[in-house]
């Protein structure tokens, strides 16, 4: 799947043949491109790509936009694993004073760094206006 994205700007700079390219985020938040429609019921965006005509700087908006979508994708899992293991385990450790040594949070502690977990799960796993 890696090198379809890799090779989908170039496919959208000059094609050989008109096709069409599906693009859709499945529920884990992995950005799928294909020749064939999503599942039914999983919203899509449906790009056609003319016979040999260039394109202009959209692929890279695009490139952009899908990478930035990723990295939401990789903080929203790492902001829901930290919350869930500050939630159901009662021996976390933290270096909370920058020593390099991570010391056992206590439960006001575990509670506050759940709080910012759980802050961070509003920001990087909600959808973002517009996108």
């Known amino acids: ?11 959208f700079a000059y094609s050989v043949t008109a096709a069409e390219i599906y693009k859709w985020t499945d529920d884990k ?3 799928h491109y294909s020749d064939q429609p999503p ?3 999983v919203a899509s965006e449906r790009r056609s790509i003319a016979q040999g005509t260039p394109t202009s700087s959209e692929p890279a908006k ?3 936009e899908d990478a930035a979508a990723a990295e939401r994708a990789r903080l ?4 829901q694993q930290s919350l869930k293991l500050l939630r159901e385990n009662q021996n976390v450790m933290m270096d909370l004073d920058g020593d390099g040594k991570p ?3 206590d439960a006001a502690a575990r509670e ?3 709080l910012a977990a759980q802050r961070g799960v ?3 796993c909600t959808p973002k206006a517009g996108g």
Do not use: K
């Open 1 to 11: 799947m890696r090198a379809i994205a890799l090779l989908l700007p170039l496919l």
């Open 29 to 31: 938040g992995r950005v």
């Open 39 to 41: 599942p039914e019921g």
């Open 62 to 64: 695009a490139d952009a």
């Open 76 to 79: 929203c899992e790492q902001v």
């Open 103 to 105: 010391e056992p949070l």
């Open 112 to 114: 506050e760094q759940a």
């Open 122 to 124: 509003e920001e990087y």
